[in-house]
């Protein structure tokens, strides 16, 4: 995504009028999870679509921590539902670890507030009209589905604007010549977030041409999206010669649905990049080559040391040799692409995969160091051979994890996460203590730190690389040293159980466990509204409100 839209973050206004037509997102919202909830009590596909969504669910589901009834605590619905989208790509605004949500949950004047306001009120809104228990996996499902069903609607809205760009009324029957056309339209407000360059509401065919024209000659590698949009046109109507709106809205959605895995080749590409220099620790990059490869590579590395540490990205253990923490960087915001109201399209974290198969075997939220190791040492990665036989340190740490346990390791604990880091260190994160990073875009860090750029100058640049006298292996021959006990990757003893029960330093009484906030409750429903779905559909058709959520400057991935 950083290498194909380049040129977006220089020609996408950053206000004036939007190409999207303005929306009440709060009755959209609810309006979405009415229906959704409604939906479980009535034949359909609705309901069926709820039953994919526990059944994709189920296994995450009984894998992480539960409360005495059986139901998740909020911070795991949250933490479940993060990863529940991730595995496609999608890192939905709000959910993310670090974005601070409790703290978002009320809805305030910026537009960032507002979008990560969205998935707190629609968890607030079922747990109240559960009774403030927690959310079993049925309303789990439900939270998933109307987050999804909220995406799909902002891909018609989009798809309608393509339609009236071009001049053509939603009754139209497209043809051959005209299917290509307005899926360009779609994929042009998809990148930009809804803002079109040079394009308003009240734009003709002849200025979406121009806008097409110019979009098309600083897009590298379109031609490759093209083929892959009537791949996915070839999928979802194989045999149809002319489309209606409805079968183009099916293929709008699955656009938005696959994007990501579209994109996987750059992010392949960024890693191997990466790994290319990657130092004598695993799966870390110095952070002086790091900034060679920013000048002289493919990829545009070259975001400052502080966004970095920002970010969760940078190893400081030895502060006059930082490293960049390859996994950490490759996901991290700089390489997204904002979408959507609701999330961005970043590079997967390839962890999720790892945690999958080990939940899919094991069922729980704990296990004996017995259990696991087998199971991680048949596991293998894009960078790790398997099976093969864990190194005598990782079997020390797993056992010192479960004696602090009663002989068991909480799998969805920062210390597991540290240890699936250390196992795979190219493919897992390293897990910084909670609160200690921020998921920041460049302008959002820019914003908050006062700094005019998050990235470095090329003199700044060359600055570190002249003072880096002493030539380290790196890429494969630094990969021979990976498996001496000298070189060992950093090691913090802090838990933080992702149950909503709190953190601890091993080595301290269970008394200073710190609690995690409670999310603040948005809006205070009776159940009966479940009943009074209907009249708060029709209620909500054509209201319209003041706040424009697609006007903000789109947020890229890298620069080259």
């Known amino acids: 995504m950083f290498m194909i839209f380049i040129f977006l973050a220089l020609v996408v206004p950053t206000a004036g009028k939007s190409f999207l037509p303005q929306v009440d997102i709060q009755a959209e919202v609810e309006a979405t999870l ?10 359909g596909a609705r309901k069926d679509n709820i039953l994919e969504h526990e059944a994709a669910l189920r296994p995450m589901y009984n894998a992480v921590p539960q409360e005495g009834d059986g139901t998740l605590h909020h911070s795991v619905v949250r933490y479940v539902l993060h990863r529940f989208f991730a595995q496609r790509g999608w890192f939905i605004r709000g959910l993310e670890p670090g974005t601070g949500a409790q703290n978002s949950s009320s809805r305030g004047d910026s537009l960032q507030g507002l979008q990560e306001w969205v998935p ?7 747990e109240q009209l559960v009774g403030g228990r927690g959310l079993s996996l049925r309303e789990l499902a439900i939270l998933a589905a109307t ?3 909220l995406v799909h609607k902002e891909s018609i809205t989009r798809l309608e604007q393509a339609f009236h760009a071009l001049e053509l009324p939603l009754s139209a029957k497209l043809t051959e010549e005209e299917i290509p056309w307005v899926l360009e339209v779609f994929m042009m407000t998809y990148m930009g977030n809804g803002n079109v360059p040079s394009l308003g509401e009240n734009s003709n065919r002849e200025d979406v041409h121009a806008a097409h024209d110019n979009f098309i000659e600083h897009v590298p590698n379109w031609k490759r999206t093209q083929k892959w949009m009537r791949s996915v046109r070839q999928k979802v109507h194989p045999s149809i010669a002319t489309l209606d709106f409805n079968a183009m809205s099916s293929i709008a959605e699955e656009i938005g649905s696959t994007f990501a895995t579209f994109n996987k080749k750059e992010c392949i590409g960024l890693k191997a990049d990466l790994l290319d220099v990657e130092s004598q620790k695993p799966g870390r990059v ?3 080559d790091f900034y060679k490869k920013g000048l002289h590579g493919a990829f545009g590395f070259s975001e400052k ?3 970095l540490r920002v970010l969760g990205a940078l190893d400081e253990t030895d502060p006059k040799q930082p490293h960049v923490i390859v996994p950490n960087y490759v996901s991290s915001r700089p390489n997204c692409l904002e979408v959507s ?3 961005v399209v970043c590079c997967n974290n390839e962890c999720e995969d790892l945690m999958g198969k080990l939940e899919n075997s094991i069922a729980s939220e704990m296990a004996a160091p017995e259990q696991i190791i087998p199971l991680v040492s048949a596991i293998a990665s894009s960078t790790v051979s398997a099976p093969r036989a864990l190194s005598a340190a990782l079997t020390r740490r797993l056992h010192s994890i479960a004696e602090s346990n009663a002989g068991q390791v909480p799998l969805h604990g920062r210390l597991f996460a540290q240890w699936m880091h250390h196992a795979f260190p190219r493919e897992c994160p390293f897990p910084h203590e909670d609160g200690s990073t921020n998921p920041e875009t460049p302008d959002e860090w820019m914003q908050r730190s006062g700094d005019e750029s998050s990235e470095s100058s ?3 640049m060359q600055a570190h690389i002249d003072l880096d006298i002493e030539e380290k292996p790196k890429g494969a021959e630094a990969r021979k040293h990976h498996h001496s006990e000298e070189i060992e990757l950093p090691w913090s003893e802090v838990e933080e159980l992702f149950n909503g029960r709190g953190r601890s330093e091993r080595n301290q009484p269970r008394s200073s466990l710190r609690t995690i906030s409670v999310l603040t409750v948005l809006c205070s429903i009776a159940s009966g509204l479940v009943w009074a779905s209907k009249p708060l559909l029709s209620s909500v058709e054509g209201q319209k409100s003041s706040l424009d959520f697609s006007s903000g400057k789109l947020q890229l991935g890298k620069m080259v």
């Open 147 to 149: 987050l999804e069903d």
């Open 120 to 126: 707190t009120f629609l968890q607030n809104f079922l």
């Open 305 to 307: 040391i502080e966004y």
């Open 458 to 460: 090329e003199e700044e």
């Open 34 to 43: 009415m229906a959704e909830f409604a939906g479980t009590f009535r034949p």
């Open 341 to 343: 109201q609701y999330y």
């Open 286 to 288: 110095r952070l002086v």
